[in-house]
């Protein structure tokens, strides 16, 4: 296993420290709850304001240690699947035993960033209405709105021709950033024909409420006995017109989430770049990405199209943000004009620069549903 030492880890956060002076830093993948299984339900800690705690335990900060390097694990097959999700929620539990503000201030203090965007996910089973009562949650718990902003979801039970106004309804009264589509986690097909031409009207929504959107990309999810594995494989996307939408749109993990590196460099990455060719408005994030794939991300995708993700608390903020400048220099790039671009640059102009409001007509708002 590879790892990196604190001093090592120490020396890259020091050339973070330079980099902030001039630049503010985004992270554009953030989940502010556990978002895969979406069972917890958490309690106001008294020990520490802005801290929700699931089992009551002591809230300590957060700091840096040995990084050990994620790797990529086999997680098993399809008859092991409702095990491996409760195992899988088992270690979730710590993971996700404490959210909100100052969970993720702490986080961000010692990863340097300065602004999130948020990700709740719409679960398999969620109403319209529950969705929203859970953006509401995290709009109450995430409410400084100089450190977090807010993307909001879209339940799979929303029909194609009511998108619109759905985005426009969480826009209006959440004032959402960007949307998130996470098809293996809320249960969309994209091998579907009728589910390509469901995406095809969310990507255009976004363009016509001019909110970005990014959408997980991968294979062999296995917590969901493979039914669901290649929902979101970046061969179900690559006939969608995403020209279409004026307003970018990001493709999360690269596409690449659990992908084997064989995978990448014989499909996915021909497949990507291709996409990114075709599709001005297409980028990538690089969150969750494992060290081999991130720096063939680094080597092959212009730096203009990438954007800096985490994918917290998956994995603690400051070791992604290490991984990546460790990335960027053994693939000898100039560190600090590459990770401005991917977590200053790139997700203020395409995400965090406040634009000009969008005006509905009265009778463009739409009711609640
Ligand atoms: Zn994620």
């Not at 690559?238 to 499909?267: Q, W, Y």
């Not at 291709?274 to 060290?291: A, C, E, Q, R, Y």
Request: glycine share 6%; aromatic share 10%; hydrophobic share 40%.
């Amino acid at each position: 296993m590879k790892t990196l030492p604190p001093e090592t880890c120490a020396a890259y956060l020091g050339i973070l420290a330079g980099i902030k002076q001039h630049h503010r830093l985004y992270d554009v993948h953030v989940h502010p709850y556990e978002v895969l299984f979406d069972r917890f339900t958490y309690q106001d800690s008294a020990s520490a304001p802005g801290v929700l705690s699931l089992d009551g335990k002591g809230y300590s900060t957060p700091s840096i240690y040995h990084f050990r390097f994620p790797e990529l694990t086999d997680l098993g097959n399809d008859s092991k699947s409702i095990r491996l999700q409760d195992i899988s929620v088992m270690l979730l539990k710590k993971v996700y035993s404490f959210v909100g503000e100052k969970v993720f201030s702490d986080q961000m203090e010692l990863g340097g960033i300065d602004k999130v965007l948020l990700l709740p996910v719409a679960s398999e089973s969620s109403s319209a209405t529950q969705f929203e009562n859970r953006l509401r949650w995290v709009t109450e718990y995430y409410s400084d709105q100089r450190r977090f902003a807010i993307a909001g979801s879209v339940p799979g039970s929303v029909p194609t021709d009511g998108l619109r106004d759905y985005i426009l309804s969480q826009q209006v009264r959440f004032n959402i950033k960007a949307i998130k589509c996470h098809p293996v986690v809320t249960g969309i097909d994209l091998s579907r024909m009728a589910r390509k031409q469901w995406l095809a009207e969310l990507v255009r929504a976004c363009g016509q409420c001019r909110l970005p959107l990014i959408i997980h990309s991968g294979r062999n999810n296995p917590y969901w006995g493979g039914k669901r594995t290649n929902c979101a494989a970046l061969e179900n996307l690559k006939r969608i017109n995403f020209s279409c939408s004026g307003t970018p749109v990001i493709i999360a993990h690269a596409g690449f989430h659990r992908c084997t590196m064989s995978d990448i460099l014989t499909e996915g990455l021909p497949l990507l770049k291709n996409m990114l060719s075709t599709h001005d408005n297409l980028f990538v994030d690089i969150s969750g990405l494992t060290f081999e794939p991130l720096k063939v991300v680094i080597e092959h995708l212009p730096a203009n199209r990438i954007l800096f993700g985490s994918d917290a608390l998956y994995a603690p903020q400051w070791e992604s943000v290490i991984l990546t400048l460790h990335a960027l220099r053994v693939k000898g790039r100039r560190i600090e004009d590459d990770f401005i671009k991917y977590a200053s640059i790139n997700p203020r102009s395409l995400i965090f620069e406040e634009k000009t409001n969008v005006q509905y007509a009265a009778d463009q708002i739409p009711s609640v549903p």
